[in-house]
């Protein structure tokens, strides 16, 4: 079964930036949607912002709205989140995911998960 991949997380400083890499290379989408969620020790996952394939849709969290942006190369295959004024309470495991549904209409049982790509704000 195909998988997303991630990559690009690391330590920062908080007021840092990263920029996150979901490789969806082993895909073929003509639909859908692609996920980045995270998941802190001790919380729930969160979903942190959501683009469509086709439909160009983008749906951020609250928590990240102004400084994460998400984005997708133009052969659809590598969707990035680019996280800017990072803090200490963005520190989680992040994910992507491949959603066969538009951003509004996940079902995360049916997605196609990553491995996750841990990053931690300190200083």
């Known amino acids: 079964q195909a998988q997303p991949v991630e990559s690009g997380g690391g330590l920062v400083q908080p007021g840092g930036s990263l920029r996150l890499s979901c490789d969806i290379s082993?895909?073929?989408?003509?639909?859908?949607?692609i996920g980045w969620f995270r998941q802190a020790p001790g919380k729930e996952r969160e979903r942190v912002s959501c683009?469509?394939?086709?439909?160009?849709?983008?749906v951020y969290a609250d928590s990240v709205k102004g400084r994460f942006t998400i984005s997708k190369d133009d052969a659809d295959k590598t969707v990035f989140l680019q996280m800017t004024h990072l803090n200490p309470e963005d520190t989680a495991v992040y994910y992507c995911?491949?959603?066969?549904?538009?951003?509004?209409?996940?079902?995360?049982?049916?997605?196609?998960w990553g491995q996750g790509t841990q990053v931690t704000v300190s200083s």
């Open positions: 082993g895909f073929t989408l003509h639909y859908g949607a």
């Open positions: 995911a491949v959603h066969w549904t538009s951003c509004y209409h996940v079902n995360t049982d049916l997605s196609n």
């Open positions: 683009i469509g394939v086709k439909d160009g849709l983008i």
